[in-house]
């Protein structure tokens, strides 16, 4: 099987999303059968699930003035602040046996290894084949993605979110975001709410961000972001069917890279 790891490092929200996007086109192009990719954002960023409108989850202006960035992901979910954190990405062929079948058997499978890496750092964690909702519904508009936990998401014994994630299917090929937190770091997210936000949601979300977010740093504060990505290599490349090939995130810069880069820019 060819199956490649690319840590790239901290980069803006378009570029990140635009590498994905790229990942994913090669994917369905059968250059690779399962991508592993871990990285950081500079800015930070906050990224909106791909049916959102945007404009009824954060201040995209003000966002922007500030120095942040905002972009859409092509997974599902909802709005999700990025600073503190390694991000990952799983880009796999959709028949994969790593990710195949209905959603909740593929997010099933794929929290799998991510609880095994944890607990390799002595982190332990817990998953729930059911959603839960601390404010709102999934559609209910400015309500970011920590304040409620997903089908198999990992959390902490004592109902705390640790990883928030969400996956896409297009033409064959299957995307899974998710965002490991080191540090919480998700009430920035509060600031840049739409001005008709009341107030009274807003403490709502900003009690659930406080009480209902754990952080790896909890655990162990020494930890660092190559420890986890380390660790996820190990686990996923058991799921993968053979060891995850470190690629160089240059082998893909290009004029196709760009071209995706400008357009989720313009897609937002």
Known sequence: MKTVHFATGRHTGRWNMAFDRLLMELVRENRWDFVLRTYGWDPPCVSIGKLQNIRREVDSERLLADGYGVVRRPTGGRAVWHETELTYSIVAASGHPAVSGSISEALKKTAAPMVKAMNSLGIEVSVSPTEKHRAGGPRTA???CFTSHGKWEVGTPDGRKLVGSA??????????????LFENDQLKILDYLPEETPSGLKELLRHHLTEGIACVHEFNPDLEIHDMENALHESFSEIAGSDLEYLPVEQLEGERLKELEYECGNDI
Do not use: D
Not at 167 to 180: D, M, T
């Open 167 to 180: 996956q896409a299917r297009s033409r064959g090929v299957f995307l899974e975001h998710g965002s490991i």
């Open 142 to 144: 400015s309500n970011p």
